[in-house]
């Protein structure tokens, strides 16, 4: 394709999203049905002519477009489009996921009150996550970075009149600008290294300090957007959004922004830094996976499991195989989003029979749910579909893309230390298996509980949809043709990875008996609390407020205090003093200067009123001081 | 024609607030009309400066130079100061936010009740005054407009401020007078040691910048000559001048710990007045240290870049904290000012050109942002007139307009990336960086503590509208219920400062063009004059 067309394309493509965000704007209250409806169809043309990019520019050589952005001292900061292969998926899956939302939300938010600002600040989310991934520079790529989460913020905080939404979005927004200062940190170090912030040059720093120190910033700030130990806690909370937000940001495309990121500085990560990254992924992921065990809200469930995949896909980037990181992320993509619209259907459903039956219960809380197979057939077998690719079933995309991880862990370990963190792995991944068959038997399968009281019919068309396609994508095919694959059209477009025979046939034979042996566990079991620790996340959030929030609030009420007390106080002090001192003067004025002044007047006076009496006229004064000087005079003669 | 823009600027409000003492106090709206006419001509004049402004060329432009005092002192040598005006690319961009400011405020100032003809021509002086302080191109001059400020800030407080006005006013005027104190007595010194021409025999002092900057138009063996070297206490002169003006223009600033007349100033001042005072006095301060003290002192500035820099991070992060315990609205903003104001400090003590760009981007973006900020707390306060956080709740339902705004400005105040206050903030940190590895100035340390700003930023405005503007609406009992989202005239004040601010986010080029010029140059200009004294020094 001509390079001016794909150019003009690219725009189009990006301007697409941002042109329905404002188009939601401009809609007048009385057309509101047409919101949903003309934003459904801008994301569908955006997919296509994403989709028709990516075939067409497939594994066709980078393309780097810049434009000049500003200047800053002597150096020019460009704005503009870095493309290749990781490019281009991210484009595909931002832009499919986006529609499926798209059409999901024209179902699940239908009569919202703030249904404009939803499919606005939905365009706008959009918007922003393909300029992430098209971004040239890493200034960009920031700035994008940090609108998503702002994108983020709006949404989760969606229904304002919830306090625990503005809790949560809150919450979010601020622990990953703790991690952002990292982000910004690595800007600053690679901009004073290289004097430039182009995603080309600037891996090119020689320190090795400031290389290693640049790599550990932007895992910090990886750390938070892709919810890595121990920032995670702000993405179980971010579950108060509305359920198809969940499926786009929280699942699909906003905390694997992260991992594209590592993906895409690759060159700049030392081995020391790729070593970090393996054990922040693994303990996540660990931790993740167990979490994800002890939560009875579906949505939490799922917010554990997308931690704990994350966790994977930065242990992979870590052991270098970064194809194989996109590979999971691709795949994690369309199951995950399928399983949080799943959950969605199921909530929607469910409320609506509430509605009718007049029954209030928590219906995300999988105690109160069971039996739902029966009533919601096609939803439950999307979400059995794709909860069998998050669990890695062979057929399914999950297989392929976890062997792949799990092979090169090993590849990385080889027979060190870092075999505890290939086999940590494992556990997770088993884990995972579990949680994910405690979830699906006891919505689908366990006696009926509080729903018994409804009557459940099945999701609309609308909503059955985008359920049905992203199952359909959870399949093998969308990898390789061949099930047990992974080097397909995608990994032999990035970069072809090793295979290990006896990984890839130990995880076929592992599966199954996990599934089975969960299953088999759970068939007789009720639901009971067990371990606190994990179902309230590591008291992450505890541990957030005593180490961050109740000292920052202490720290702030006492620095107000030394405004108060100590500055305000010393002026007072001073002013105080000051007027003291003047009163001081004042006394000194009066009765001192002016006294002395007036002291000499007086006696002025006093000494002219007695020379005055000399000359008074009487004569018997006269005679008085004729005879007292007299007196004088014969003393001073006589003696 | 163009010789006489910048005085043209200055003459339109003086003559307007002759006009409106000239007019009878009978119809009281008519001085708003008047005020509004001067503000549209300042515009028209604006646009006209900056058509014949040339961005491609750094230095003063627009000279307008007039022999002013000139006064044979006998052996004291001749007196001289004139009338000069000029702009470069620090004081076009001030210029041009004053007139957009001062338009936006004389909106917001519609409903002034109490003697209007007062007010408005105060607020005409002060328009003059501000403008000409960012003009002036001599030290008198400059003086002359910056004490000048004082008295209309004084009685627009006094007067038409609130409960405590009083005390704030008193305040703000005493703390401001010893700044001034302490710029009056470096000026003097200053005047001493210049001269305009270097004849021995007959000595002509000078009161221009230009002619301060040069070390090669000091005074042999006058106090501020470096090679003369008096001490003071032990510690030299030209330190003790450098000092002096840093804590004069530290205050208007404002500098933590000469920041408390501003949060009182602020909560007692009307609305309209808030707003000139965060958008444009503040700057004045951060203008007086690119402007004076560090192109005159340049070895000095060099030498204490650090403590400058530090002053800067210590604001960025008290003023942070100081607006998380604030219970007020209008106080937390006032707060936040402080800490923005720190960039301003961190940025040009790095005395780079990313550095300095950023710290004039973050007047201009501060200005903005701080205008909006404080018209949305107006907003409010004209409904309920209640300023206290905990007595609303979920005020999002019921003002979505309102909320809009709050969002926009909250975020940009943040430093959400795409908005006005984060491209300052990232040039002031990339600068400050960088001045760790090119001229050795500050620690890499101070960059990465001052990111902290950021973090305590978004935590305040955050909780803020978590408390303010989320969950069920609610506000305390005696407050009126009936709150009424904006109407079209604030509309109108809020709007063009919302597209400032949104512009400058993502067009920074903008701007750049006028500050890049005068940050390279003020960059060479302080290395340059640093070594230059150096080698004076060591011959």
């Known amino acids: ?639 | 024609m163009h010789a006489y823009l910048l005085s043209l600027l200055l003459l339109i409000p003086l003559v307007g607030a002759l006009l409106m003492l000239a007019t009878p106090n009978v119809h009281r709206s008519l001085f708003r009309w008047i005020a509004l006419g001067v503000s549209a001509l300042q515009l028209i004049a604006l646009v006209l400066i900056l058509s014949h402004y040339n961005t491609s060329q750094a230095g003063l432009q627009l000279s307008e130079l007039r022999p002013w005092i000139t006064l044979d002192m006998g052996i004291w040598g001749i007196l001289q100061s004139n009338y000069f005006l000029a702009v470069d690319g620090l004081s076009l961009p001030l210029v041009a936010l004053s007139v957009i400011i001062i338009t936006i405020a004389i909106i917001s100032s519609w409903k002034i009740e109490k003697s209007p003809k007062g007010y408005f021509t105060l607020l005409l002086i002060l328009n003059a005054a501000v403008i000409g302080t960012f003009c002036a191109q001599d030290f008198l001059l400059f003086y002359l407009f910056f004490e000048f400020m004082l008295l209309p800030m004084f009685f627009l407080i006094g007067i038409w401020g609130g409960a405590r006005r009083e005390y704030a006013s008193i305040k703000f005027f005493l703390y401001t007078l010893l700044g001034s104190i302490f710029i009056l007595i470096v000026m003097i010194a200053l005047y001493l040691s210049t001269q305009s021409t270097g004849d021995a025999e007959l000595v002509i002092h000078s009161f221009s910048f230009i002619d301060m900057q040069q070390s090669s138009h000091i005074i042999s063996n006058a106090v501020l000559d470096p090679q003369n070297n008096v001490t003071i206490l032990g510690i030299s002169a030209r330190v003790w001048a450098f000092m002096l003006l840093f804590i004069g223009f530290g205050i208007k600033l404002p500098m933590v710990p000469l920041h408390t007349w501003l949060p009182d100033a602020h909560v007692e001042a009307p609305t309209p007045i808030s707003v000139l005072l965060a958008a444009l006095l503040l700057k004045i301060g951060g203008y007086g240290l690119l402007r004076i003290a560090y192109p005159i002192f340049p070895d000095i500035a060099l030498q204490l870049s650090w403590l400058v820099a530090l002053f800067g991070v210590i604001a960025i992060i008290y003023g942070a904290l100081a607006a998380m315990a604030s219970k007020d609205l209008k106080r937390l903003i006032a707060y936040s000012s402080v800490s923005h104001m720190g960039f301003v400090l961190l940025g040009l003590a790095s005395v780079t050109p990313e550095g300095v760009a950023g710290a004039a981007y973050q007047m201009i973006s501060h200005g903005f942002i701080s205008a909006m900020l404080f018209l949305l707390v107006g907003v409010l306060y004209d409904r309920t007139h209640d300023r206290m956080i905990q007595n609303y709740s979920g005020l999002s339902s019921k003002m979505p307009v309102y909320f809009s705004f709050t969002l926009l400005a909250f975020f940009a105040s943040l430093g959400l990336p795409g908005l006005s206050g984060f491209m300052a903030e990232l040039m002031v940190f990339l600068g400050a960086f960088k001045s760790g590895s090119t001229n050795y100035l500050l620690h890499e340390s101070f960059a990465i503590i001052a990111t902290l700003g950021l973090v305590l930023g978004a935590a305040y405005y955050l909780w803020t509208l978590q408390r303010m503007f989320f969950g069920q609406y609610h506000v305390k009992i005696n407050l009126d219920n009936q709150l009424t989202d904006v109407d079209f005239r604030e509309k109108l004040m809020l709007f063009p400062l919302a597209i400032f601010i949104i512009v400058l986010g993502i067009f920074p080029q903008l701007l750049l063009d006028y500050l890049n010029p005068f940050a390279d140059a003020f960059t060479n200009t302080v290395i340059e004059g640093g070594k230059t004294i150096k080698v004076l020094l060591q011959k």
């Open chain 1, 1 to 639: 394709m001509k390079q001016e067309l794909m150019l003009s394309l690219l725009l189009i493509l990006v301007a697409l999203p941002l042109f329905s965000a404002l188009l939601s704007q401009l809609i007048s209250e009385k057309y509101r049905w047409l919101n949903p409806l003309l934003s459904g169809l801008i994301l569908l043309i955006t997919t296509i002519l994403a989709a028709s990019l990516v075939s067409t520019h497939w594994n066709q050589p980078e393309l780097l477009w810049q434009i000049k952005w500003f200047e800053l001292g002597a150096h020019t900061m460009t704005a503009g489009f870095y493309i290749n292969n990781t490019t281009l998926v991210m484009m595909l899956v931002v832009s499919f996921i986006s529609l499926m939302v798209h059409l999901f939300s024209n179902g699940y938010m239908a009569g919202d009150p703030f249904e404009k600002g939803y499919y606005t600040m939905l365009g706008f989310f959009t918007f922003c996550m393909l300029g992430l991934v098209l971004a040239d520079n890493l200034l960009l790529l920031f700035v994008f970075w940090e609108l998503v989460g702002f994108s983020s913020y709006t949404l989760i905080g969606h229904w304002r009149e919830k306090l625990a939404a503005a809790k949560a979005a809150s919450k979010a927004f601020i622990i990953n600008r703790i991690a952002d200062v990292g982000f910004i940190a690595a800007i600053m170090i690679l901009y004073s290294q290289t004097s430039s912030l182009s995603l080309t040059e600037v891996t090119a720093v020689t320190d090795t300090f400031w290389r290693n120190a640049a790599g550990i910033c932007l895992l910090i700030g990886v750390m938070g957007k892709s919810a890595q130990f121990p920032f995670f806690n702000w993405l179980p909370s971010a579950m108060e959004g509305p359920t198809p937000v969940s499926a786009l940001i929280h699942a699909a495309t906003m905390v694997v922004a992260g991992i594209f990121l590592l993906i895409r500085m690759f060159p700049l990560f030392t081995v020391e830094v790729l070593d970090i990254m393996v054990i922040v992924g693994c303990t996540t992921a660990l931790l993740g996976s167990l979490a994800a065990l002890q939560q009875f809200d579906i949505k939490k469930i799922l917010a554990y499991s997308t931690i704990s995949q994350l966790g994977l896909m930065v242990a992979a980037v870590g052991t270098g195989a970064y194809g194989v990181a996109l590979l999971h992320l691709f795949t994690h993509a369309f199951f995950k989003a399928g399983l949080f619209l799943g959950a969605g259907a199921i909530i929607h459903a469910l409320h609506r029979a509430q509605h009718a039956a007049h029954v209030h219960f928590d219906v995300q809380d999988i105690r109160h749910l069971g039996g739902l197979k029966k009533v919601l057939p096609i939803t439950a077998l999307c979400f059995i579909i794709c909860s069998a690719a998050l669990s890695g079933f062979p057929l399914f995309s999950g297989f392929q893309s976890k062997d792949a991880i799990l092979v090169s862990l090993f590849e990385w370990s080889g027979n060190s230390w870092r075999l505890i963190f290939a086999w940590s792995v494992v556990i997770s991944s088993a884990t995972t298996i579990v949680y994910s068959m405690r979830m699906v038997w006891f919505i689908f399968f366990a006696t009926p509980q509080k729903t018994t009281q409804l009557t459940v019919s099945e999701v609309p068309f609308l909503l059955r949809l985008p359920l049905i396609v992203l199952s359909v994508c959870s399949l093998w095919f969308v990898v390789s043709f061949h099930p047990l694959e992974y080097n397909g059209w995608l990994m032999e477009g990035i970069v072809p990875a090793k295979h290990n025979l006896f990984i890839t046939w130990l995880s076929m034979i592992l599966v199954p008996s996990v599934s089975i042996m969960a299953w088999w566990w759970f068939r007789k079991r009720t639901l009971q609390p067990v371990n606190h620790i994990l179902q309230n996340g590591f008291y992450l959030d505890h541990l957030n407020d005593l180490i961050l929030k109740k000292p920052g609030l202490i720290v702030a009420s006492k620095t107000e205090k030394i405004d108060k007390r100590w500055i305000d106080g010393s002026l007072h002090a001073l002013a105080y003093t000051q007027v003291t001192m003047a009163h001081l003067l004042a006394w000194f004025d009066t009765w001192i200067v002016d006294g002395t002044v007036n002291g000499i007047a007086w006696m002025a006076r006093q000494t002219g009123a007695l020379a005055r009496s000399f000359s008074g006229g009487k004569i018997q004064s006269y005679i008085f001081w004729s005879v007292i000087t007299l007196i004088i005079f014969l003393f001073w003669i006589l003696f």
